[in-house]
């Protein structure tokens, strides 16, 4: 999307956390705009959750500027704002259309509005037959269905999710990428915190990575692969693959190779190479680096195991 001479709805700049002794972010600045699906990536520990909560201001900043709409957050502002922790937090003896109508009511729905609204959004996630069922008594993942639910359901201008789809299965964490999607469509703007890159490619506009308290990447996702990535070529043809300067082989067996460009190369020079060579080639396609390939280039392996 295009984002430059709109005003952030979130504005981080040169934001530093101590804790004690302990400094866990330094330096970091970046900007969600309106509209767009902005996510916030790192390996456990690297202070995405300290973030957030210290932009809605549960810590206090030790240095930098953190602004929502263009001040610093503050729960009497008449900003609407939905924010989904990754520690839950539900009245688990009451039933489930209780507690979603109670939260409605705290966010200015009529008890009316905030009943049909639960009722249907029960529904859409295929738990309605579990509206007059006590909370501990829901699976983990129909509590957080529930959780998201009383997060989005006043509309929010700014949606704040810390891994949202923590503990769900395939299906529905694919149910919830729906949600986000149409939230984006309304025209809500989604800063999301997640580990997994597939949500990541598919619904984010633009994304920022945090290693060890820094910013180590900020763009767009085509932008980071441009820094930090490389493509590989996938190349199916007759005889052998021979070696070049413009490219390592990964792999060649049987009429299939996959080339990996040498810096300085482009992907049109080392198809023409090929040709010239007498290389006989009946398919090529280039294939840009994913963001788990980057994620693990940036991180290291281990710690990209742990993050999972």
């Known amino acids: 999307m295009e984002s430059r001479g709109l005003e952030p709805v979130v504005h981080i700049e040169d934001f530093g956390m101590s804790f004690g002794s302990t400094r866990v972010i330094e330096g970091l600045s970046f900007d969600v705009y309106p509209g767009e699906t902005f996510g916030f990536l790192g390996s456990n520990g690297s202070g995405k959750t300290t973030t957030i909560r210290a932009l809605l201001g ?3 900043a030790t240095a930098g500027i953190l602004h929502v709409g263009g001040q610093p957050f503050s729960p009497d502002r008449n900003i609407s704002l ?14 489930v259309i209780d507690v979603m109508v109670y939260f409605g009511r705290l ?12 009722i249907s959004y029960l529904a859409r996630v295929g738990i309605a037959s579990k509206a007059k069922v006590r909370l501990d008594k ?16 006043n509309d929010p201008v700014l949606l704040i999710l810390d891994e949202p789809t923590k503990g769900f299965d395939p299906v529905n964490r694919r149910l919830l990428m729906e949600i986000i999607e149409e939230q984006r469509v309304a025209g809500t703007t989604v800063l999301m915190v997640t580990h997994q890159m597939e949500e990541v490619e598919r619904l984010c506009d633009r994304v920022v990575l945090l290693k060890h308290g820094k910013a180590r990447a900020y763009g767009t996702i085509s932008e980071i692969q441009g820094e930090f990535g490389s493509s590989s070529i996938f190349v199916e043809h007759a005889g052998e693959m021979p070696n070049s300067a413009r490219y390592n082989i990964q792999f060649s067996s049987q009429g299939r190779s996959k080339l990996l460009a040498k810096s300085g190369n482009s992907v049109g020079s080392i198809l023409k190479e090929l040709v010239e060579r007498g290389v ?17 280039q940036i991180y290291g392996e281990e710690q990209a195991r742990e993050a999972g």
């Open 58 to 60: 549960i810590y206090q």
């Open 82 to 95: 939905g924010y989904l922790p990754e520690e839950r937090g539900l009245y688990k003896k009451e039933t």
């Open 107 to 118: 966010k200015g729905l009529s008890r009316e509005r905030a009943n049909n609204w639960s």
């Open 138 to 153: 829901l699976s983990s993942g129909e509590q957080q269905k529930v959780q998201l639910g009383i997060t989005i359901m």
């Open 280 to 296: 006989e080639v009946s398919s090529f396609a280039e294939k840009k680096s994913s963001l788990d390939e980057i994620f693990i």
